[in-house]
């Protein structure tokens, strides 16, 4: 029995003008089995767009939030361990 | 075994709409993975439609106990030939508890010049990573300037 599931919905078409807009989204489903309970985090992925003949676009959803949130942390780990570097390159080389 | 004292099979019998009430709720929030949870309601204002996106992390857990015990009490003074009365006692509880977190990610825009997806930006959300990462940052160098906290490759 799986503990993690992940699964991608697609909603129903939605009718905008010309537009026929087919909502997607993805959920990841954490629930070991024999345990009452679980958690679910669910996130939108990307908006399909059919506009008439045309070939249909796939519009994707960042989060931007999170991204930056990442990003920053990123900057502030790699940033911090190049201080140690620096600084363990520095005593040695004073000794 | 004394009359009142249940036998596991009871026992189960009597966890059964605890533990169905559980499953139901369960399976209800098992259900809230699914486009209509993380899209909300289109909104249409004159010829532009609106839907806006979220993202949503669920937790839920419960649980259930049962227990029975007996035991002997004590013949009252004056009462010794009389079969000491038999103590049984039992009892049950659940408990469970969940909590939902909802961040808006971006808004879907159909207009007639278009579909796009315009991100939601929190700038309070990435402030707060930005004052940790600085916070880690001047933590790391204050240690290194004092020479008694310094890292111990690093010692003078």
Same mark, same amino acid.
């Given at each position: #029995?799986?503990?993690?599931?992940?699964?991608?919905?697609?909603?129903?078409?939605?009718?905008?003008?010309?537009?026929?807009?087919?909502?997607?989204?993805?959920?990841?489903?954490?629930?070991?089995?024999?345990?009452?309970?679980?958690?679910?985090?669910?996130?939108?992925?990307?908006?399909?767009?059919?506009?008439?003949?045309?070939?249909?676009?796939?519009?994707?959803?960042?989060?931007?939030?999170?991204?930056?949130?990442?990003?920053?942390?990123?900057?502030?780990?790699?940033?911090?361990?190049?201080?140690?570097?620096?600084?363990?390159?520095?005593?040695?080389?004073?000794? | 075994?004394?009359?009142?004292?249940?036998?596991?099979?009871?026992?189960?019998?009597?966890?059964?709409?605890?533990?169905? #009430?559980?499953?139901?709720?369960?399976?209800?929030?098992?259900?809230?993975?699914?486009?209509?949870?993380?899209?909300?309601?289109?909104?249409?204002?004159?010829?532009?439609?609106?839907?806006?996106?979220?993202?949503?992390?669920?937790?839920?857990?419960?649980?259930?106990?049962?227990?029975?015990?007996?035991?002997?009490?004590?013949?009252?003074?004056?009462?010794?030939?009389?079969?000491?009365?038999?103590?049984?006692?039992?009892?049950?509880?659940?408990?469970?508890?969940?909590?939902?977190?909802?961040?808006?990610?971006?808004?879907?825009?159909?207009?007639?010049?278009?579909?796009?997806?315009?991100?939601?930006?929190?700038?309070?959300?990435?402030?707060?990573?930005?004052?940790?990462?600085?916070?880690? #940052?001047?933590?790391?160098?204050?240690?290194?300037?004092?020479?008694?906290?310094?890292?111990?490759?690093?010692?003078?």
């Amino acid at each position: #029995m799986k503990i993690l599931h992940l699964e991608t919905q697609t909603g129903e078409p939605i009718q905008a003008g010309e537009n026929t807009i087919t909502l997607v989204s993805q959920s990841v489903r954490l629930q070991p089995p024999g345990f009452p309970g679980g958690l679910i985090w669910n996130r939108p992925v990307a908006v399909r767009v059919q506009t008439g003949s045309e070939p249909e676009k796939t519009l994707p959803v960042r989060d931007v939030t999170r991204l930056a949130q990442l990003l920053v942390v990123g900057l502030g780990l790699v940033g911090g361990l190049f201080t140690i570097l620096a600084w363990k390159m520095t005593s040695k080389e004073r000794k | 075994m004394d009359e009142q004292s249940m036998t596991p099979e009871e026992e189960n019998e009597d966890l059964a709409p605890a533990v169905g #009430m559980a499953q139901d709720t369960m399976d209800k929030f098992l259900d809230t993975a699914s486009v209509d949870a993380v899209f909300g309601i289109p909104v249409q204002h004159e010829d532009t439609l609106i839907i806006p996106a979220a993202e949503i992390l669920s937790g839920m857990a419960f649980g259930v106990g049962f227990g029975s015990g007996t035991g002997p009490v004590e013949a009252k003074e004056g009462e010794e030939n009389q079969t000491p009365a038999m103590g049984s006692g039992s009892g049950g509880g659940g408990g469970g508890g969940g909590r939902v977190l909802a961040r808006p990610v971006a808004v879907v825009i159909a207009s007639p010049q278009g579909v796009r997806v315009e991100p939601v930006v929190d700038v309070t959300k990435i402030a707060l990573a930005a004052l940790t990462a600085v916070g880690f #940052m001047i933590g790391m160098t204050v240690r290194m300037l004092n020479p008694k906290r310094a890292f111990p490759n690093g010692e003078e």
